[in-house]
């Protein structure tokens, strides 16, 4: 398809297993991040990738959680140990580099939604 | 803290009602973009404004960047139950740095209109 790709759509795992999160993003988007979002509410900025740079990281709540892409393209978001407060929705987004430069408008998947018992 | 404070945060209402939303901010921004999501969908890209003072409509949405780049609004006219949704206001901090390409979200606005 055209748009972000994210799977699973739902996940369902026990407390203390890892969990991996896949985002296929629009083609040619050289940017791509992932961001959590709870129940109702706003999203919370985890790792952002630009084409081969550096990740920005900053907003990755433990070092439970890792994120690479593979290839300039494909992300995989990585939690280790999961606990309760990890149930959320994770969204993945990317962008074009020019519109990265200019306003920062981002399309977004469908998200993946995350629990944890 | 809340970089950007939106509110209000429940929002319900009756068809042909007017509505105002507002993000706002201590911090200058570039860019803001509002978003609208739905349940089980991602966020899906409203408007974007770059110019302080800027006014963009919609057709019943209008959407206002405040002056100094701190603050935006969104006012719906009519509102219909097709407009019930989730409303995110989204900024791209000026002066770029480590945070270039990162949008910081408002809390959202959840809104409910009833037939």
């Known amino acids: 398809g055209a748009g972000v790709s994210q799977s699973p759509s739902n996940k369902v795992t026990e407390k203390g297993k890892d969990v991996e999160l896949r985002c296929d993003p629009i083609s040619g988007h050289t940017a791509l991040y992932w961001y959590r979002q709870s129940l109702g509410q706003g999203l919370e900025f985890l790792i952002y990738f630009q084409g081969n740079s550096a990740p920005d990281k900053s907003g990755l709540p433990s070092d439970r959680f890792s994120a690479e892409r593979t290839g300039g393209s494909v992300s995989t978001l990585t939690i280790q140990r999961t606990q309760q407060e990890d149930s959320a929705v994770y969204l993945c987004?990317?962008?074009?580099?020019?519109?990265?430069?200019?306003?920062?408008?981002?399309?977004f998947g469908e998200g993946s939604r995350l629990t944890v018992l | 803290t809340q970089l950007l404070e939106q509110s209000p945060q429940f929002l319900s209402i009756q068809e042909g009602e007017n509505l105002t939303v507002y993000c706002n901010s201590s911090s200058v921004f570039s860019s803001l973009q509002w978003y609208r999501q739905e349940p089980g969908e991602g966020p899906v890209l409203l408007v974007t404004?770059?110019?302080?003072?800027e006014v963009k409509k919609l057709k019943r949405l209008t959407f206002q960047f405040g002056d100094a780049r701190k603050d935006s609004s969104l006012h719906i006219t009519a509102a219909q139950p097709g407009d019930t949704g989730l409303y995110l206001c989204?900024?791209?901090?000026?002066?770029?740095?480590?945070?270039?390409?990162?949008?910081?979200f408002g809390q959202g606005t959840i809104l409910t209109v009833h037939p």
């Open positions: 987004a990317s962008s074009p580099r020019r519109r990265v430069l200019n306003t920062g408008e981002l399309f």
């Open positions: 404004v770059v110019t302080g003072g």
């Open positions: 989204a900024g791209k901090l000026d002066g770029g740095g480590t945070s270039y390409g990162k949008l910081t």
